[in-house]
Structure formats: structure tokens, C-alpha cells
């Protein structure tokens, strides 16, 4: 299992490198991401950002209803006017939870295990998480989007 890098740890606020294809055929990549994502679910987490394990690369492992996803270069195409609050929680911020407002449904633009680009629609919990996972490649940790709800 690997270490969780937790809040304030300057990585958290760094924007992630884009990773290559060089990157992503690398045998070590594929320990990597194997790594990531059982820290992932032994820790109960829904998704977990490569700079919370301390790599400042844009990858992201997510539980899907158990099956794990891998996203690499995630980039959001499309957001959804709609949005909506819930209650979220950060495994590199531990035991807090805030309400956090964020779009119901997004278009995704990522590279799979094989290098090729993808798109994926989606909504709910996932599009949550994804959103939330893809802040962390960019700096932006749940709790800068915290909200007071009346």
C-alpha cells in the first residue's frame, strides 16, 4: 500500500505533468497504477489522484460501483449547467467533510492503458468523483470549493 500524502503538503497544489506515451507503456506505470488503486480501496476511498501518492502526474484510479477505472490525462470537455451539493471527504484530508456544489453531469476526455483517447459521458456519483479527483491534478483540493449551506 502506499502513503497518502495529506494537506499541507506542497504537491497537493501543484499542477500534475501530463504523462506520455513513453510514461504509460513503462512497466514500472503499470505497478503504479496496480499500487494505486488497491491503496485506493483499502483506505475505502471512491477515487484517488496520483499527487496524493506523492507523483505529480495526471492520473486517476476511481471505484466504480467495484470495478476500478483508470483515467490518464483526464480532461473535462463539457459541464452541465445543473449541479448539485453533497457532502465530500478527502483521503489527504482526513475526517473532513463539507458540502461541495458540483456539476450533475460532465463529458470526459482521457487516455486509456493503451495510450488511445476516449470520451466518456457521465453523471452522479461518478461524475463527483471525477471532478473532485481531477481538481487534485490541477491544485485544487475539495476544501477551496467548500460552501456554507443554508
Known amino acids: 500500500m502506499l502513503p497518502i500524502i495529506t494537506h499541507p503538503n506542497p504537491i ?9 506515451r513513453e510514461d504509460i507503456l513503462n512497466p514500472k506505470f503499470k505497478k503504479l497504477m496496480a ?8 483506505k475505502d476511498g471512491f477515487g484517488l489522484a496520483a499527487p496524493q501518492i506523492n507523483q505529480s502526474i495526471r492520473l486517476v484510479t476511481v471505484n466504480n460501483n467495484g470495478e476500478i477505472a483508470v483515467f490518464l490525462n483526464p480532461k473535462i470537455l463539457k459541464k452541465s449547467w445543473r449541479k448539485n451539493i453533497a457532502e465530500e471527504g478527502c483521503l489527504s484530508i482526513p475526517n473532513v467533510f463539507l458540502p461541495i456544489k458540483r456539476h450533475s453531469t460532465i463529458t470526459l476526455e482521457f487516455l486509456n492503458l493503451a495510450g488511445d483517447k476516449q470520451i466518456l459521458k457521465t453523471k452522479d456519483l461518478l461524475a463527483r468523483v471525477l471532478q473532485h479527483e481531477i481538481d487534485h491534478l490541477d491544485g485544487i483540493l475539495f476544501i477551496d470549493k467548500a460552501e456554507k449551506i443554508n
Open 35 to 42: 499500487d494505486m488503486a488497491e491503496t485506493m480501496l483499502k
Open 12 to 20: 497537493l497544489r501543484q499542477k500534475a505533468r501530463e504523462l506520455t
